[in-house]
C-alpha cells in the first residue's frame, strides 16, 4: 500500500548520542518534509527537498542534517543529541498533486 | 518568506454549534490554501483544500473562503460533532516553491 513510513516511532536516548530518524515513501512523490511538532501543536517546518541531492533548510533552525540520495528515502539526523531537541518530528510528502501526506511521526525524548 | 496568522488558538463550541478559524497570510503570490485536521496522537489529514482562484468550496459540512485582496482564508464548521474534535492547521505555499508553512493550529473542542 502506498504510504509514508516513519521509523522509529519512539526514541529515548542519552545526551550526546548520534540519532537518525527515517523517512520512507512508497508514493512516488518528488517532494519531501520534515516539520517539528510541538507538544503545544505548532508545526515547524525544519528542512525539506525538492527531488535527489536537493536539501533545504526550513524556517526554523535545526542542528539536524538531512540527505535525499534516493527519491523514497529522506533521513534526518542528529550528531549530537541534546534534552532541547525532545519533540515530536513529521516526515511528509507530496507530488505533483497539491496535497502533502504525512507520516505518524516519531517521538524522540533525549534523557 | 510566506507567514500564516491563525486564530483563535483554541475554540470550544456545543455539538451542533458552528465553527469558524481564520487565517492570513502574508505573500501574495502564494495560490495554495489547504486545511488539515490532526486528530490526538495521529497524523495530520488534509480535510479541504482552495486555490486562489476560487472564493469559496464546500463539501457536505465544511467549507473554506478565500478573499485575496484581504490575503485571509477561513475554515467553517457547520452542525458540529464531538468527532470534529481535533487541532486544525491551515497553510499556505505558491506554486514553484511549493514549500508549504503552516499556521500554529486551532485546537476545537465540540462539548456533547
Known amino acids: 500500500e502506498a504510504d509514508i513510513y516513519q521509523t522509529p516511532r519512539y526514541l529515548v536516548i542519552g545526551t550526546g548520542k548520534k540519532i537518525t530518524l527515517e523517512c520512507s515513501q512508497t508514493?512516488?512523490?518528488?517532494?519531501m518534509y520534515w516539520y517539528q511538532q510541538d507538544p503545544g501543536m505548532e508545526l515547524h517546518l525544519i528542512h525539506y527537498?525538492?527531488?535527489?541531492?536537493?536539501?533545504e533548510k526550513g524556517d526554523l533552525s535545526s542542528e539536524s542534517t538531512v540527505s535525499r540520495i534516493r527519491t523514497e528515502h529522506f533521513p534526518l539526523t542528529l550528531e549530537s543529541a541534546r534534552p532541547s531537541h525532545t519533540s515530536q518530528y513529521l516526515c511528509?510528502?507530496?507530488?505533483?498533486?497539491?496535497?502533502?501526506?504525512f507520516g505518524q511521526g516519531t517521538r524522540l525524548t533525549v534523557v | 518568506g510566506e507567514n500564516v496568522e491563525q486564530h483563535p488558538s483554541t475554540l470550544s463550541v456545543q455539538e451542533g454549534d458552528s465553527a469558524v478559524i481564520k487565517c492570513t497570510y502574508s505573500?501574495?503570490?502564494?495560490?495554495?490554501f489547504p486545511w488539515y485536521k490532526q486528530e490526538l496522537g495521529k497524523r495530520p489529514q488534509l480535510i479541504i483544500d482552495?486555490?486562489?482562484?476560487?472564493g469559496e468550496k464546500k463539501d457536505q459540512r465544511i467549507a473554506v473562503t478565500l478573499n485575496k485582496t484581504a490575503k485571509h482564508f477561513s475554515l467553517h464548521i457547520t452542525e458540529t460533532q464531538p468527532e470534529d474534535s481535533a487541532v486544525y492547521f491551515c497553510?499556505?505555499?505558491?506554486?514553484?516553491?511549493?514549500?508549504?508553512?503552516f499556521g500554529k493550529g486551532t485546537k476545537l473542542t465540540v462539548n456533547p
Open positions: 482552495i486555490r486562489s482562484n476560487v
Open positions: 505573500d501574495s503570490a502564494s495560490n495554495y
Open positions: 497553510a499556505a505555499s505558491k506554486g514553484g516553491s511549493e514549500k508549504l508553512v
Open positions: 508514493m512516488g512523490h518528488d517532494k
Open positions: 527537498s525538492y527531488g535527489v541531492n536537493s536539501t
Open positions: 511528509a510528502s507530496k507530488g505533483q498533486g497539491t496535497e502533502a501526506f
